[in-house]
């Protein structure tokens, strides 16, 4: 579905909180797709990472949110050793994340996990999880 970008959609304090927690400009990405192309993520995501990075230059904050590709960025750094720019999209993905936690937005909810997945999960991977997914 197509985007619309108005003056009500760009929120610009999302932009400086994202260059902010992240420390990267986001302005620099033009737009290449290498970082989707080195993505060992990029069948599982809904939006692809260099659409994720338009969105947030125009401070699209609620459709970065909605396409949820953060939360499935296995944060590899794969995209951050590629990108022609030197952006460090792994830190953007990281502050699209707190930005969420930040809105006590649970990506995954402990309590509702089906007791077999937590019988059978490791530990290691549960803990890691909640750390990256829950607020
Ligand atoms: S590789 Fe870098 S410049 Fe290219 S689309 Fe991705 S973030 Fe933007
Ligand atoms: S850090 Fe995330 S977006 Fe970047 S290549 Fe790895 S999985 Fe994909």
């Known amino acids: 579905m197509p985007i619309t970008i108005s003056e009500k959609t760009i929120k610009s304090d999302f932009i400086e909180k994202v260059k902010k927690l992240s420390g990267q400009n986001i302005h ?3 737009q290449c797709g290498t970082c989707g192309g080195a993505c060992p993520m990029s069948g599982q995501l809904a939006t692809l990472p260099r659409k994720i990075m338009r969105m947030a230059q125009f401070g699209l904050e609620n459709e970065v949110a909605e396409s ?3 939360w499935t960025c296995a944060s590899c750094h794969s995209c951050s050793v590629t990108c022609p720019r030197g952006i460090d999209l792994a830190k ?7 930005l969420s936690l930040r809105k006590n937005v649970n990506y995954v909810e402990p309590s509702k996990l089906p007791s077999e997945t937590v019988k059978e999960m490791p530990q290691i991977a549960m803990v890691s ?3 990256k ?3």
């Open 68 to 70: 949820k590709t953060f």
């Open 129 to 131: 999880c909640f750390r």
């Open 92 to 98: 953007v993905m990281e502050a699209l994340r707190q």
């Open 28 to 30: 620099k990405c033009f």
């Open 133 to 135: 997914m829950t607020s």
